[in-house]
């Protein structure tokens, strides 16, 4: 099957071509219809009860005080007040949002870094590609728990590392400061590989006679870097970009295993927040508000990447 | 960091030393991405006493293969795996199967409204899924689903993501075959089965392949539905392990390996798919 560049992927769909397939069975329209509502309807049933109705439900809930035992009570916009003077909350937004904007643009940097790296010689690189894939096949929640062990204070691998080039680590996990650092490290590590695949393809796709063209010009590597693969890697780039950055906005299983939020509530983040609101305190509607922030920010931001785009990218070859 | 490596520079003039550069570069960067995975292993088969004191040793000192047994009989973790397999597989399935159903209405038949509910599809692809998660418990919890299969697999089973990919993939399948098939006097079931079904092997596949990886990591719906060992999943088990064993690191790490290995396994036998699954969609799960 032809590989999609991710700029088709993302893409709007292609119209499909109204050619009239008029057969010697396939005169009527109507039973076109039916036939297409019976191929839907498994489809459309799931898709109705489990996706679209919990999304309407998710605002109705939000609106509600309601614990699950008991009948739920009809409390407007007291959900979205609440938010206000929740000081966990605006804390757990933060920390989400620090997650976010320093470990995207890192997995990025890697994940480009790399694939450059094997684009030099792809043929014979296969082996190294798979096993640099090798960590974004793994569980999160069980490398989490190789990742406290590697976080250990003063006798860790990593500090002991550290120590090797003179260096005395910090805490990781149980210091305020240094407890983010080290999930964004362990996040780094483990989703890198996505990018590095999709920039791989991207990087294949590139006509080579465009590089042919800058070796005769003269261009100096960086400038072929810059002027060729940058602009013609960009909707790669920005697939990466937006789906790493609605992906971070729901980190969870991490700082589940290696902080539980903590030290104090400096790694608690929006989506366990949401866990513990809904599933430990039985705050169901209160928890649905807090998912629509959620929800709205993802969108925000999204949208926001959707107008940037117009300027930084490039989909013409 | 890119063209400006050394490497590049040296290319030019020795081709030999810049791809021994290259390849040791590659070597280095592999053996630190791999470290963590290697130490998961390696500390499983330490000894109790080594993998507890207070400075950690990075090489067992002497190898406990025991360990294996070990942690299988602290917790049900064959159980859980078996039940991981079924969530994984179960949703896995029913997403190809229900998406190919889709797909091919909304690539081939023309039908009223069919824009307008794609587009519906479509714009859940950027919703988050615990803007879900709080409805879908509470659907579960009043269809009595909790801890049942069907709680656990439904849910997940019907994203608009597998609808579009494989949309995509039959809208490049030329028509010229359906036409030869309905000539011959096929109907649109058996056109489906025989012709578009076999040509779209290869996307079903990775579609299937990719969702069972992501699934296999899914952690936050089991957490919250299943609440027994009947449907637990390896990824909440080795919650209740840490929870129960926290200070044994052999024997976590153990267990943590024993629930990464099979997929890692699965990963090197459908890489060809997996990567193409990545490529192609936009489930990058962190």
């Given at each position: 099957m032809a590989v999609e560049t991710p700029a088709a992927a993302t893409a709007a769909p292609r119209r499909t071509p109204r050619g009239p397939l008029r057969g010697?069975?396939?005169?009527?329209n109507g039973s076109e219809t039916l036939a297409a509502w019976l191929f839907l309807l498994p489809s459309l049933a799931g898709f109705l009860i489990f996706t679209a109705g919990p999304v309407v439900a998710a605002g109705v809930i939000s609106l509600l005080d309601w614990n699950l035992f008991s009948p739920p009570h009809f409390t407007g916009l007291d959900n979205f007040a609440r938010l206000g003077p929740d000081t966990t909350f605006w804390s757990a937004l933060g920390n989400t949002a620090y997650f976010t904007f320093v470990s995207v643009p890192l997995t990025l940097l890697v994940s480009l870094g790399l694939a450059l790296l094997l684009n030099q010689g792809l043929r014979r690189m296969a082996v190294f590609r798979s096993l640099l894939l090798l960590p974004y096949a793994t569980i999160t929640v069980a490398v989490a728990f190789v990742w406290v062990w590697l976080y250990?204070?003063?006798?860790?691998l990593i500090n002991a590392v550290l120590g090797v080039f003179g260096i005395d680590g910090p805490a990781w996990l149980i210091s305020d400061d240094w407890a983010m650092p080290a999930l964004i490290l362990m996040s780094v590590w483990k989703s890198f590989g996505f990018g590095m695949v999709i920039f791989l393809a991207g990087l294949q796709a590139i006509p080579q006679q465009l590089y042919e063209a800058a070796r005769v010009d003269g261009a100096s590597p960086w400038r072929t870097f810059r002027a060729v693969t940058l602009p013609l890697l960009s909707p790669s780039v920005f697939f990466t970009v937006v789906t790493s950055i609605i992906g971070s906005f729901q980190v969870f299983d991490q700082a589940l295993v290696m902080t539980d939020g903590g030290p104090g509530s400096s790694t608690t983040t929006l989506v366990m927040y949401i866990y513990r609101t809904g599933?430990?305190?039985?705050?169901q509607g209160y928890a649905a508000a807090q998912s629509m922030v959620l929800f709205a920010f993802i969108v925000v931001i999204t949208a926001a990447q959707f107008l940037l785009q117009r300027r930084l990218v490039h989909y013409d070859i | 960091m890119t063209s400006d490596v050394p490497a590049l520079v040296a290319l030019r003039r020795s081709p030999v030393a810049a791809r021994r550069l290259l390849v040791f570069t590659c070597f280095l960067v592999t053996a630190v991405t791999l470290t963590p995975i290697v130490m998961m292993v390696l500390v499983a088969f330490q000894s109790d006493a080594e993998s507890m004191a207070a400075r950690p040793s990075f090489w067992p000192g002497s190898w406990h293969p025991e360990n294996i047994g070990r942690a299988f009989d602290l917790v049900p973790l064959g159980r859980y795996l078996l039940n991981t397999v079924f969530f994984a597989g179960g949703t896995a399935l029913l997403e190809t199967v229900t998406a190919a159903l889709a797909a091919y209405a909304f690539a081939r038949l023309r039908f009223r409204g069919r824009s307008v509910l794609f587009g519906v599809y479509l714009t859940t692809l950027m919703i988050p899924s615990q803007v879900t998660l709080i409805p879908q418990f509470i659907l579960v919890a009043k269809l009595h689903g909790v801890d049942t299969w069907p709680g656990m697999i439904l849910?997940?089973?019907?994203?608009a993501l597998g609808v579009f990919l494989l949309r995509q993939f039959f809208l490049g399948v030329p028509r010229d075959y359906e036409e030869a098939a309905r000539l011959d006097g096929a109907n649109r079931w058996q056109t489906f089965i025989r012709v578009i079904v076999p040509l779209a092997i290869p996307a079903i596949a990775t579609l299937a392949v990719f969702k069972f990886i992501s699934q296999w990591n899914n952690l936050l719906w089991p957490l919250v539905i299943s609440n027994s060992d009947s449907t637990r999943t390896a990824a909440v088990g080795l919650q209740v392990f840490q929870s129960t064993n926290g200070t044994q690191w052999n024997l976590l790490l153990m267990a943590a390996a024993i629930t990464t290995v099979p997929l890692i396994l699965l990963f090197f036998l459908t890489q060809r798919w997996f990567v193409k699954g990545i490529t192609m969609s936009g489930l990058g799960g962190r």
């Open positions: 010697p069975r396939f005169g009527r250990i204070p003063h006798d860790g599933f430990q305190n039985y705050e | 849910p997940h089973a019907f994203t």
